[in-house]
């Protein structure tokens, strides 16, 4: 397959599955602030509730990979566990009032996929480099 074009074609489907959790964490936190669930809780279950959404959608569509399943949901959950600090970090600055409300869940959007694209592809799901046989 054409390097650039499978780039192209990672960085898209990225973007998209993304896109779709991205939103879907969007929603779901601020439906759940509205129903009365505490900013930090309801970002908090709203990730937990979409993490195997994305592990699939990555995996499948946007990474192809063959990997061991075990081993990429295991990496998949470390890099899950450095976002959800990082989820931590900003609500507990919400809730000390630098920002709140829709604002949290903006800084939470984005800054998390972007950190995701990096260690997904040099770590997560990435293909081992074969060893070339020079004699």
């Known amino acids: ?8 074609r990672r960085i898209s489907t990225f973007a998209m599955v993304g896109f779709f959790n991205t939103a879907m964490y969007f929603a ?9 669930v505490s900013e930090t809780i309801a970002a908090y279950a709203a990730y937990g509730a979409l993490m195997p959404v994305s592990f699939i959608g990555h995996r499948k569509l946007t990474f192809l990979s063959k990997g061991r399943l075990g081993v990429e949901w295991l990496r998949f959950c470390v890099v899950q566990t450095t976002n959800i600090t990082i989820i931590f970090v900003v609500t507990n600055l919400s809730r000390s009032g630098h920002f709140s409300g829709w604002l949290t869940f903006a800084i939470i959007s984005v800054l998390i996929p972007m950190l995701n694209f990096l260690l997904f592809q040099l770590w997560v799901f990435a293909v081992p480099r074969q060893k070339s046989e020079d004699r």
């Open 28 to 36: 779901l936190a601020n439906i759940l602030v509205k129903i009365g």
């Open 1 to 8: 397959m054409n390097i650039a074009f499978e780039r192209a």
